[in-house]
């Protein structure tokens, strides 16, 4: 069965640098679909970018760009979130999303694209 799971979650201050984590289990890593949500107390959950498995293609919420990057490393089934600069409001619980078989054309930010969903990770950023 597919799993996600997230990790390294923390409380940094402004301006700092995280990364975050997702390994995978339970598919092939050939042409999915991986993504990373945000969701902060209160609001729903946003789209923060994606990254197809076939190839590199990535895409970004417009409030990251420059800022976040999204990778894979494919000999180990994971995919990362590198965030630089971090601000007050990239504070939100972080997620790990798939969705397998697919492109991830159209998908960013579209929540019911994807069946497949992590636990989460508490990024907190203070000033």
């Known amino acids: 069965q597919v799993q996600l799971a997230e990790s390294g979650g923390d409380s940094v201050q402004v301006g700092g640098s995280l990364r975050l984590s997702c390994r995978t289990s339970g598919f092939a890593w050939g042409l999915n679909c991986m993504a990373w949500f945000r969701q902060a107390p209160g609001k729903r959950r946003e789209g923060v970018a994606t990254?197809?498995?076939?190839?590199?293609?990535?895409e970004y919420v417009d409030s990251v760009k420059g800022r976040f990057t999204i990778s894979q490393d494919v000999a180990e089934k994971m995919v990362f979130l590198q965030m630089d600069d971090l601000r007050p409001e990239d504070t939100a619980m972080y997620f790990c999303a798939a969705v397998t078989g697919g492109y991830c054309h159209g998908k960013l930010g579209r929540v019911r694209e994807f069946p497949y969903w992590g636990q989460g990770t508490q990024v907190t950023v203070s000033s």
């Open positions: 990254i197809f498995t076939g190839g590199s293609g990535t």
